[in-house]
């Protein structure tokens, strides 16, 4: 059974910075596209950033680009989320998914939340101005 654990989310201040981390386990076999969606209250869940351990280039929301870096530890199936310059509109909760897929080269993880069926539990971050 997959499971997902999320921690490092927290309140800061506009232009602050966090950093959340999710560890996998329950994989044994094969590459995963792993990372983070975000929800807003009264809105749907959307993509952040995401990676694949098999190396494909990372996928990040436009939103974000410039300002968030994903990461990954495949030996300890954990995965980063470096989130710099933080603005009021990045508040919500964040949510770490997994699936396990194939990127052909040149490709990136999907950005569709109904590619992912494992979820964690959230961690909340809050941006205040």
């Known amino acids: 059974q997959v499971q997902l654990v999320e921690s490092g989310g927290g309140s800061v201040q506009a232009g602050g910075s966090l950093r959340l981390s999710c560890a996998a386990s329950?994989?044994?076999?094969?590459?995963?596209?792993m990372g983070w969606f975000r929800q807003a209250p009264g809105t749907e869940r959307e993509s952040v950033a995401l990676?694949?351990?098999?190396?494909?280039?990372?996928y990040y929301a436009d939103s974000v680009k410039g300002r968030f870096t994903i990461s990954q530890d495949n030996a300890k199936n954990t995965v980063y989320l470096q989130m710099n310059s933080l603005k009021p509109d990045d508040t919500a909760m964040y949510y770490c998914?997994?699936?396990?897929?194939?990127?052909?080269?040149?490709?990136?993880?999907?950005?569709?939340?109904?590619?992912?069926?494992?979820w964690g539990q959230g961690t909340q971050v809050t941006v205040s101005s």
């Open positions: 998914t997994a699936v396990r897929a194939f990127v052909p080269y040149g490709g990136t993880c999907s950005p569709q939340s109904g590619m992912y069926r494992n």
């Open positions: 329950g994989y044994t076999t094969g590459n995963v596209c």
């Open positions: 990676t694949y351990s098999g190396g494909a280039t990372p």
